[in-house]
């Protein structure tokens, strides 16, 4: 069974920087065939997505409000993916996830519970 585990929430007051880890385990795929996505929800709102990146070919894209300041990574060997967050903003609060969806077999999309991030002073 596919599992994903994130971790690295916390509080921060704004303009730090926190580094969440998404931990994968059971993929019976090549972890290099998912594209791995992270998603944040703040409480009352829609699930918005923050960024993604594409292992095959290690693109990476970002929503505009933040490319330059978050950066996705993967680690082959481990499995793992992480989010690298930078000069965080009060309305960027909220439970982020991640998410793996293999790139070309239908049906096999996963989610993590997900990791809350309060940025507050």
């Known amino acids: 069974q596919v599992q994903l585990v994130e971790s690295g929430g916390g509080l921060m007051q704004p303009g730090g920087s926190l580094r969440l880890s998404c931990a994968t385990s059971?993929?019976?795929?090549?972890?290099?065939?998912?594209?791995i996505t992270w998603f944040r929800q703040a409480t009352g709102l829609e699930r918005e997505w923050v960024g993604w990146?594409?292992?095959?070919?290690?693109?990476?894209d970002y929503p505009d409000d933040v490319k330059s300041r978050f950066i996705i990574t993967r680690d082959r060997t481990r499995k793992t993916s992480a989010l690298q967050m930078t000069s965080l903003k009060v309305e960027e609060t909220g439970t982020y996830y991640c998410?793996?969806?293999?790139?070309?077999?239908?049906?096999?999309?996963?989610w993590g519970k997900g990791t809350l991030v309060t940025v507050s002073s």
């Open positions: 990146l594409i292992t095959t070919a290690d693109t990476t």
């Open positions: 059971g993929m019976s795929s090549s972890f290099i065939n998912y594209i």
């Open positions: 998410n793996a969806v293999h790139s070309t077999i239908r049906g096999l999309d996963f």
